[in-house]
């Protein structure tokens, strides 16, 4: 399989469908836009069943996403979007850059959720961007409410989905794509790279900040939230 694209922790194969793609996840766990980073035995498989998983119970939703199976344990087959260069972050309990940057209170619950939309490009450190700074840059602001409301949306059924296996989503990264047609939909992972998970009515993590903060073993809290999910 031909790599189109590889990432820090993710590798982008064509398929003989030219609508679609694998993405392989790799056994490698970074920080700090990819400064430091480690090779975990088995970590891609987990943060691809966990994404298979999340994406599945999206689209019995009423999600659309780029996922439409997992032919391999480490792979997931998705439809071929061009990725729209947005990070979108839906925050619910106040922690990480928006402590450090502002004087908000680590813990504050956000209601509804904050979202944030940031560029994403490791080269200018993904920084935080404005509505008139995306206008200026040419974003289709009509576009920038549909990214907000399917945010709403997703974080809404990821909330009642971690809910239920005693988990609290403290905040998650979204990215977005566009299919050949013309389709906006949800691309990338959800995993627990991605989002900051504190056990119930904690703070204690179950997520990246493990590795980030050298405080915990994330295979461990990887496979008990599989584990719960399944």
Same mark, same amino acid.
């Given at each position: 399989?031909?790599?189109?694209?590889?990432?820090?922790?993710?590798?982008?194969?064509?398929?003989?469908?030219?609508?679609?793609?694998?993405?392989?996840?790799?056994?490698?766990?970074?920080?700090?836009?990819?400064?430091?980073?480690?090779?975990?035995?088995?970590?891609?498989?987990?943060?691809?069943?966990?994404?298979?998983?999340?994406?599945?119970?999206?689209?019995?939703?009423? $999600?659309?996403?780029?996922?439409?199976?997992?032919? /391999?344990? !480490?792979? =997931?087959?998705?439809?071929?979007? &061009?990725? %729209?260069?947005?990070?979108?972050?839906?925050?619910?309990?106040?922690?990480?850059?928006?402590?450090?940057?502002?004087?908000?209170?680590?813990?504050?619950?956000?209601?509804?959720?904050?979202?944030?939309?940031?560029?994403?490009?490791?080269?200018?450190?993904?920084?935080?961007?404005?509505?008139?700074?995306?206008?200026?840059?040419?974003?289709?602001?009509?576009? $920038?409410?549909?990214?907000?409301?399917?945010?709403? /949306?997703? !974080?809404? =059924?990821?909330?009642?989905?971690? &809910?239920? %296996?005693?988990?609290?989503?403290?905040?998650?990264?979204?990215?977005?794509?566009?299919?050949?047609?013309?389709?906006?939909?949800?691309?990338?992972?959800?995993?627990?790279?991605?989002?900051?998970?504190?056990?119930?009515?904690?703070?204690?993590?179950?997520?990246?900040?493990?590795?980030?903060?050298?405080?915990?073993?994330?295979?461990?809290?990887?496979?008990? $939230?599989?584990?719960?999910?399944?």
């Amino acid at each position: 399989m031909k790599e189109l694209y590889k990432g820090k922790v993710k590798t982008i194969l064509e398929t003989e469908n030219p609508d679609e793609i694998f993405i392989r996840f790799e056994d490698k766990v970074t920080c700090g836009n990819g400064k430091q980073e480690t090779h975990i035995p088995g970590k891609g498989t987990i943060n691809c069943e966990i994404s298979a998983i999340l994406f599945e119970k999206l689209y019995h939703l009423g $999600i659309k996403t780029h996922y439409i199976d997992r032919p /391999e344990s !480490n792979i =997931m087959r998705c439809r071929k979007v &061009d990725i %729209i260069p947005l990070e979108v972050v839906v925050r619910n309990i106040a922690t990480g850059s928006i402590i450090r940057e502002t004087t908000i209170q680590e813990g504050t619950r956000f209601y509804p959720e904050l979202i944030e939309f940031y560029l994403k490009d490791d080269s200018k450190n993904d920084p935080l961007l404005t509505s008139d700074r995306m206008n200026m840059m040419g974003y289709d602001m009509n576009n $920038i409410r549909l990214f907000k409301g399917m945010a709403h /949306e997703i !974080n809404t =059924m990821l909330k009642q989905i971690f &809910d239920s %296996i005693d988990i609290d989503l403290v905040d998650f990264k979204l990215e977005f794509g566009l299919t050949s047609k013309g389709e906006i939909i949800l691309a990338d992972e959800i995993s627990p790279d991605g989002c900051r998970l504190w056990r119930k009515g904690t703070t204690e993590s179950m997520d990246k900040d493990l590795y980030r903060k050298n405080t915990g073993n994330i295979m461990e809290a990887y496979q008990q $939230i599989l584990a719960q999910l399944k």
